[in-house]
């Protein structure tokens, strides 16, 4: 299991993070001298259509000396392609684009399924996009859009009930567990115990990002990542 502590940029700064930990190069220097081997880094500003933190995003990757995974809505082919010449290890393709199966495909034949996650935002097993973007969300189930995801050749999935994340509720696991069957599946969303972490290896997932319970210091990055070796 792979932990992926959150780096989540909004003006610039680190959201959530104490006014003294909001720098995000000084963030991610941390989590590297913590052992992290993966982080994930997330504009939100770009995923919400409020303006752009880029500098920041190509500073974080320059500076990085592990694999950034970026996320937050990504949903536009140029997008992330430009995210991957900048360095970008992995991009997480924005829920409501993942669902458009032509662009799914051309991602993949483009960029391969290493390079690319697919994000699921679920709300009652129904995909529900947090972020806006260029594709209208269907109205489908996740589990069907996992298996048919799966079937065009993707393998890694980021899952995240929309109504947990930031809430430090817990994981939705059992939502988590029925996208599956071949596919890696990363959880984000409700992670606020090192019990949690537990929870979320013992389900045999593949991955959890981790961000407001760090900020909150409910538990370090060492003993977190100590929790799911």
């Not at 392609?81 to 495909?105: F, S």
């Not at 189930?141 to 947990?164: H, N």
């Not at 930031?166 to 059992?174: E, F, K, N």
Request: net charge neutral; aromatic share 4%; proline share 4%.
């Amino acid at each position: 299991m792979e932990l992926y502590p959150a780096i989540d940029v909004e003006g610039g700064r680190v959201a959530r993070a104490p006014a003294a930990d909001a720098d995000p190069l000084a963030a991610l220097e941390r989590y590297q001298r913590a052992g992290a081997r993966w982080i994930h880094f997330v504009d939100l500003d770009r995923a919400y259509a409020r303006g752009d933190n880029g500098a920041v995003t190509r500073a974080v990757l320059a500076a990085a000396r592990i694999p950034v995974q970026i996320g937050g809505g990504v949903a536009t082919e140029a997008g992330i392609a430009e995210l991957v010449a900048w360095g970008a290890a992995r991009v997480v393709v924005g829920p409501a684009a993942a669902a458009d199966r032509a662009m799914v495909d051309r991602l993949l034949a483009r960029h391969g399924a290493d390079r690319l996650a697919l994000g699921i935002d679920a709300k009652g097993g129904r995909l529900a996009p947090r972020a806006s973007g260029p594709h209208a969300a269907p109205d489908i189930a996740v589990a069907e859009l996992a298996q048919r995801l799966r079937a065009q050749g993707a393998r890694t999935i980021v899952y995240t009930d929309v109504a947990r994340d930031g809430a430090l509720r817990g994981p939705d696991l059992a939502g988590a567990r029925t996208l599956g069957n071949g596919l890696e599946v990363i959880i984000s969303g409700g992670i606020a115990s090192l019990d949690d972490l537990r929870a979320v290896r013992a389900a045999g997932l593949s991955g959890a990002i981790v961000g407001r319970a760090l900020h909150e210091a409910r538990f370090t990055l060492a003993e977190a990542l100590a929790c799911v070796a």
